[in-house]
């Protein structure tokens, strides 16, 4: 059996995950991550994306969306934790709401001009929610 | 005196009211406890915000940041973030946390503050008195979500980076415990990094890889790190609204209780001295007719 090590995935309003496991897949900002026991310490800036983390049984895999965040990985026995700005699993994800967030992400996109933080803001809430919506097509 | 009607019409509405004041204190009583386990489920994160700045902190001393930008001399203008409740009835809830915020601006006047408010009652008292309100947020019973206390933070943030504001805090009031809240300043802005434990740099931060680089991570890290400590004023504040509703509610409830039974003994010993009355008056006209 792989070696495990402890993933918390916690976001402001819950701690939505504290399990063993024996890999993590995280969308890191500089490109997808593969995170193993004993992964060397490290910070990094999450995008939004989907987090894939088998569980130490080895059979199951927790699939959650996050809007972005970051991932520490700490020195020692590896703990790693994921800060999510928010975060669902994938299977709670309610897919006319997400839905009607991306339309009324394009149409902030839209209103927005060019270069202002609120444009950076819309397409990052355009990108979550696709993944939103296609993960939890892929779901059903 | 009064009459035996008048008294029960007395104890009818005092009856009323407890009966108000009672469901309002289980309603309170029911919220809170959902807003205590917000402020429970806040705390991981935050505690974990504060861990990962304060291992950032020794990789990357000396960086640049706007919401770094310290203030020559005396700040010359301050921001506010006030958190109150949208409504009353609950004891000094609003007013403790106002004076609170009152104090701090007494020096600068309103030509140099700025509130960005949060509840209904902080913002009119401050209104009234000619202060410049950026922003105003209602308080939902059931608390408010991090997407939204983010927004609020922004505006302050975007109010110090502009400069028209040197310092922000935040004015909230700290859940202790259903009985006991205390309203307390911090300020936010510009954001003063925690120290690590033992408050050395070193340590194990010099292991870490940083991706992309820790300037970057500190840059989106210390707007989130804002972001996280006005949610968590929020949730707290919530939680204490309840919490001094509670506790004045069961306070009234007492009282009604105490007012019903005094009104009920006044109503007796009038109802007994119109019977003596009438009973003197009719052994009086026997007497006159013998």
């Known amino acids: ?140 | 005196m009064a009459t035996p009607r008048q008294i029960r019409g007395r104890i009818r509405v005092a009856k009323n009211i407890q009966q108000i004041t009672k469901a309002m204190k289980m309603v309170a009583a029911a919220r809170l406890r959902r807003a205590q386990e917000a402020v429970g489920a806040a705390r991981p994160y935050a505690k974990k915000m504060r861990d990962v700045m304060a291992s950032l902190g020794g990789a990357t001393g000396g960086v640049q940041h706007p919401l770094l930008r310290r203030a020559e001399g005396e700040p010359r203008a301050i921001g506010i973030l006030l958190i109150t409740g949208d409504r009353g009835l609950c004891g000094a809830y609003n007013s403790s946390v106002i004076r609170k915020a009152n104090d701090l601006v007494k020096s600068f006047g309103p030509e140099r503050t700025k509130l960005v408010c949060v509840g209904k009652k902080g913002a009119t008292f401050f209104r009234r008195r000619g202060f410049d309100v950026v922003a105003e947020h209602p308080v939902p019973a059931t608390g408010i979500s991090f997407a939204e206390a983010q927004a609020l933070a922004k505006t302050g943030r975007d109010l110090f980076a502009a400069g028209e504001i040197d310092v922000l805090y935040l004015v909230y009031t700290r859940f202790l415990s259903a009985l006991s809240q205390r309203p307390q300043e911090l300020q936010i802005l510009p954001i003063d990094p925690p120290e690590t434990e033992n408050g050395a740099v070193a340590g194990p931060t010099a292991e870490y890889l940083f991706e992309p680089d820790p300037e970057e991570i500190l840059a989106s890290l210390l707007p989130r790190y804002v972001d996280t400590q006005v949610y968590q004023a929020v949730v707290e504040s919530v939680a204490s609204e309840h919490g001094a509703r509670m506790t004045s509610m069961s306070a009234a409830t007492d009282n009604a209780g105490t007012m019903i039974s005094k009104l009920t003994l006044t109503l007796n010993r009038a109802r007994q001295a119109a019977i003596t009355k009438e009973i003197a008056e009719i052994v009086g006209g026997a007497e006159a007719l013998k």
């Open chain 1, 1 to 140: 059996m792989a070696t495990t090590y402890p993933l918390e995935v916690v976001t402001p309003e819950r701690v939505l995950l504290s399990e063993q496991v024996t890999m993590t897949i995280a969308p890191g900002s500089e490109g997808q991550l593969g995170i193993l026991a004993h992964h060397m310490p490290l910070m990094t800036e999450l995008a939004p994306g989907e987090v894939l983390a088998t569980l130490a049984d080895g059979r199951t895999t927790s699939h959650i969306v996050i809007s972005g965040g970051f991932l520490e990985i700490a020195a020692g026995e590896g703990r790693t934790t994921i800060l999510a700005d928010s975060a669902e699993r994938v299977d709670e994800i309610d897919i006319t709401r997400a839905e009607a967030d991306l339309a009324a992400a394009r149409q902030m996109l839209a209103d927005s001009s060019e270069g202002t933080s609120e444009q950076i803001e819309a397409r990052r809430s355009i990108a979550h929610n696709e993944i939103r919506v296609r993960a939890s097509r892929g779901q059903s």
